[in-house]
């Protein structure tokens, strides 16, 4: 998958080359000037770890999921001090998919000083139609623990039900199937 340049009401998401996937495992100063942002000290949020980074950094450079893209999500508020780096999401390929290649895998994560604002909200709010007119995706699919309200939260607002265990273990999954009639 190509990403580009999506614009919401608040946010820019960015698509994430190497240049930025390298720049934000080796160097936080890099990644300011290439996504025009202040990078918070607190960066990076919860689930983008160094083995997360690692794999993302590999599949750009292998080009081996063509489903594959991630996006920096870049808050653009004069009330936060202009540009601020606050998440990141990105899909891939669906585990669960099978053979069909009509599922696409979405996750997010935002820094927890700028969660409970509705920015994955509005953020997977407008990933949604660009996947969905990927041709043959179908279906976008999401995994969280149980325990996690907020990003059910998230999915639930966009449109996601729940739809059994999902494929990493203690996780649920939750699907939100293309309208029919969708282009």
Do not use: C
Request: hydrophobic content about 40%; charged content about 20%.
């Amino acid at each position: 998958m190509n990403p580009f340049h999506i614009h919401t009401e608040r946010l820019d998401l960015i698509p994430a080359t190497l240049e930025i996937l390298e720049a934000d495992r080796d160097d936080h100063q890099n990644l300011a000037r290439l996504l025009s942002a202040t990078v918070p000290g607190s960066w990076p949020p919860p689930l983008l770890d160094d083995e997360t980074l690692g794999a993302f950094i590999q599949m750009v450079s292998e080009k081996g999921d063509p489903l594959f893209a991630a996006w920096y999500w870049v808050l653009d508020d004069p009330a936060v001090g202009g540009r601020v780096l606050i998440g990141t999401g990105g899909t891939a390929s669906s585990p669960t998919a099978g053979d069909a290649g009509d599922t696409v895998l979405v996750g997010y994560s935002v820094l927890d000083e700028f969660q409970g604002r509705g920015y994955a909200t509005e953020a997977i709010r407008h990933l949604i139609p660009a996947l969905f007119s990927l041709p043959n995706i179908r279906q976008i699919e999401a995994a969280t623990y149980p325990d996690l309200s907020a990003p059910i939260r998230v999915l639930e607002k966009n449109g996601f039900v729940r739809a059994g265990e999902g494929f990493e273990e203690g996780t649920v999954r939750y699907v939100l199937k293309k309208p029919d009639g969708s282009a």
